[in-house]
């Protein structure tokens, strides 16, 4: 009778560790992978490039420190924002109308 009830407890844990999984192959890899992409993206910006912040500034890079990048995005107009905050990179049409 023990025999039974630990054999029952295993089933009982087969359907938790399936959903498990699969939310793990759905949500977690893709979102790894798409983390990456962004730091290599980061890790790449150099002074011209045409970027877009997470706070929806669009501007060009004038500057790269450790941390933080100097963007400008007026004529006299710079300001030093995270590197984490850079969402991507924006094409030319974005910025110019």
Do not use: C, H
């Not at 399936?18 to 992978?33: E, G």
């Not at 450790?66 to 991507?88: C, F, H, P, W, Y």
């Amino acid at each position: 009778m023990g025999a039974a009830q630990g054999s029952a407890g295993w089933v009982s844990l087969v359907p938790l560790v399936l959903v498990f999984a699969v939310f793990y192959f759905i949500v977690m890899v893709p979102a790894r992978k798409q983390q990456k992409k962004k730091e290599a993206m980061i890790a790449a910006l150099k002074k011209g490039d045409r970027v877009v912040t997470t706070g929806g500034i669009y501007g060009t890079i004038a500057g790269v420190e450790d941390k933080t990048v100097l963007l400008k995005v007026s004529e006299n107009v710079k300001i030093r924002v995270a590197k984490s905050a850079i969402a991507g990179l924006a094409g030319p049409s974005a910025i110019e109308p």
